[in-house]
């Protein structure tokens, strides 16, 4: 998975997305889910727009990238 920072948020990319559905949940330093992206087999980027599920915005600091394909697990951090 290749992770790039895009202002406020982050462009993911992965080979596996496209092999099949990913996704890919985000969680906060405490390990609470923040937000979590949903692709369709034969895309393979998804983009986090740094908003937590409600619609706000996620504060700045570290947080965790847990990307699942099928039986495949991808974890990375990312800075905010």
């Known amino acids: 998975m290749v992770v790039n920072p895009m202002g406020d948020g982050f462009v993911f990319s992965s080979e596996l997305m496209s092999e099949g ?3 890919i949940t985000i969680y906060n330093h405490a390990g609470q889910q923040v937000a979590s992206l949903n692709s369709n087999s034969g895309t393979n980027m998804m983009i986090w727009n ?3 599920a409600r619609g706000e915005n996620a504060m700045s600091g570290m947080y965790i990238a847990v990307m699942r394909n ?3 697990t991808i974890t990375t951090k990312l800075i905010k």
């Open 21 to 23: 559905n990913s996704e």
């Open 50 to 52: 740094g908003k937590t």
């Open 70 to 72: 099928g039986e495949e």
